[in-house]
């Protein structure tokens, strides 16, 4: 972390947890929920009920099967976030996950959750 200056990483820190709100945001919307552990899990409080409509039941597993990809990228991109973050609080930031040899700043602006350089992307 040695190649970014306390500026830098404090802009990075804040494109970063904004990024995590933004996507906790977008995976509430589609009916997922943040446990205690920090796994993602579904709610299904719209298919509750003694007879749910067949038409409003066939509606919402149609949008289900619709999101999953989606929903499965966003906790990707949430996951990696997370992480860029904890390796700022461990002084770990900015490093290849593969080679260990410094980020380019260029890279991590483009993308703050990077966990490789270019050579090892």
């Known amino acids: 972390m040695v190649h970014i200056?306390?500026?830098?990483?404090?802009?990075?820190?804040?494109a970063?947890?904004?990024?995590?709100?933004?996507?906790?945001e977008e995976l509430a919307g589609h009916g997922r929920v943040q446990n205690e552990s920090g796994n993602w899990q579904g709610n299904?409080?719209?298919?509750?009920?003694?007879?749910?409509?067949?038409?409003?039941?066939?509606?919402?597993?149609?949008?289900?099967v619709t999101n999953v990809p989606?929903?499965?990228?966003?906790?990707?991109?949430h996951k990696d976030i997370v992480a860029a973050l904890e390796k700022m609080e461990d002084e770990n930031y900015g490093l290849c996950?593969?080679?260990k040899e410094p980020i380019?700043?260029?890279?991590?602006?483009?993308?703050?959750?990077?966990r490789t350089c270019i050579a090892h992307a």
Request: no cysteine; glycine share 8%.
């Open 5 to 14: 200056t306390g500026n830098q990483l404090e802009e990075l820190r804040g």
């Open 16 to 24: 970063l947890e904004a990024e995590r709100d933004s996507l906790e």
């Open 44 to 64: 299904s409080s719209g298919l509750q009920g003694t007879e749910a409509d067949p038409t409003d039941a066939a509606d919402q597993i149609e949008e289900l």
């Open 97 to 99: 996950e593969i080679g």
């Open 70 to 77: 989606l929903v499965e990228e966003l906790e990707k991109r």
């Open 104 to 114: 380019s700043l260029d890279r991590l602006e483009a993308n703050p959750a990077a």
